[in-house]
């Protein structure tokens, strides 16, 4: 039995919209949603007040427009949001070296190592939350737990400006509880097909045999036999430089013709497009990854000279790794795009592009 963890999961609420509201006090108190109000946009987050109304992020702006007739769309301050972000890594810094951003406004950090000598991870959190809101004026949740999928869990269940804790005790009944899709890496499709085995909760995963849970989901199906159990094993992945950055998607019925599969690549480039933006990075290698209804997987890449420097050049590169995969006999069950080869962030990485951590 490995020595137990103590990790923070800590997440900004509603952040975008957050930093928005926080530099212009216009938008206080009111329904606003981040992004552009045309009719090809999505909303990348929406204050609190907006949730209200049912608009969240992914939601295309036409239908949140409707459903909140008040709505004030604000357009996106990437750098903004990387300045902040950048701020709260100096935050969890001061309180450990094992820090591992998951996104701009999220990470988990393990502090079972309490250098600061606070007592506890729960006031370390707490500690941590105070800083924040010091710093930078804003809110931020927190989960404490024994592992990363539990942490995560934890800072979900008081939203926004609260922290939760589940200790040892806790963790089995409450993921038995739980319904599948809430665990985290667990999406819409492979929900509906544990749904079709009869697996709607984790308790229900618990009960399932490993042998079937490896047979349906491969490898995949070890981690959530031992999730269902409240064990995750993976520890927290310090802060290395980014080396690739990617995007996919499962889908609910197999894809078959080229266009099908062009189609459903598009909202998965305008992510990785998206997060390229977001974090000021670019790319000169391109990966398309084929996930089939047999579960067999194939990647393509391809290289360019120079960093892919925009959307359609991205998309260009996409349907030249696709093309030669048709005719294809077989169903499509996953698609996902991966720039590598990075440039920006990943700069100070050196030449295995990993960035040596002083510890
Ligand atoms: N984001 C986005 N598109 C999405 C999801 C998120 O552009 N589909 C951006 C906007 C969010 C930020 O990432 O502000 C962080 O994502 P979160 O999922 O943590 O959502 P929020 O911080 O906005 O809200 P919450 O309080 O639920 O964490
Ligand atoms: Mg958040």
Redesign the pocket.
């Known amino acids: 039995m490995p020595e137990r963890r103590k990790i923070i999961h800590i997440?900004?609420?509603?952040?975008y919209a957050a930093v928005e509201q926080r530099d212009n006090a216009d938008l206080r108190g009111k329904p606003i949603a981040v992004g552009w109000s045309g009719p090809r946009s999505v909303v990348a987050?929406a204050s609190y007040e907006a949730r209200r109304f049912g608009v969240h992020s992914a939601l295309p702006s036409v239908t949140a427009a409707r459903k909140c007739p008040e709505l004030i769309f604000v357009p996106p301050r990437f750098e903004v949001y990387r300045a902040v972000s950048r701020q709260l890594r100096q935050i969890f810094a001061a309180y450990t070296p094992l820090i591992e951003p998951l996104s701009l406004?999220?990470a988990y950090l393990d502090v079972s190592e309490d250098l600061r000598g606070l007592g506890s991870a729960t006031r370390t959190a707490e500690a941590i939350r105070a800083e924040i809101r010091r710093e930078t004026g804003l809110t931020a949740?927190a989960g404490v737990s024994y592992n990363k999928f539990l942490a995560k869990l934890a800072s979900d269940a008081r939203k926004p400006d609260g922290l939760f804790v589940i200790t040892p005790a806790m963790g089995p009944e409450l993921v038995a509880d739980l319904p599948v899709g809430k665990v985290h890496g667990i999406g819409p499709a492979t929900t509906a097909r544990l749904n079709r085995l009869g697996i709607h909760t984790g308790g229900d995963l618990r009960a399932a045999p490993l042998a079937l849970l490896v047979r349906e989901f491969g490898k995949a199906g070890q981690f959530y036999h031992q999730i269902a159990q409240g064990i995750d094993e993976r520890p927290v992945q310090p802060d290395r430089a980014r080396k690739s950055i990617g995007a996919e998607n499962t889908f609910a019925a197999d894809l078959y013709s080229q266009d099908a599969a062009l189609q459903a690549l598009q909202p998965i480039l305008a992510k990785l497009w998206r997060h390229c933006q977001g974090g000021g990075v670019s790319g000169r290698t391109l990966t398309l990854k084929v996930k089939y209804a047999d579960f067999q997987q194939i990647t393509r890449s391809h290289t360019a000279p120079r960093p892919l420097a925009s959307a359609g050049e991205m998309e260009q590169v996409m349907g030249l790794l696709l093309a030669p995969l048709f005719p294809s006999a077989k169903g499509i069950r996953l698609l996902g795009l991966t720039l590598s080869s990075l440039d920006g962030e990943g700069d100070e990485a050196g030449p295995g592009g990993q960035l040596e951590l002083a510890l």
């Open positions: 997440d900004m609420d509603a952040f987050t406004d999220e949740s």
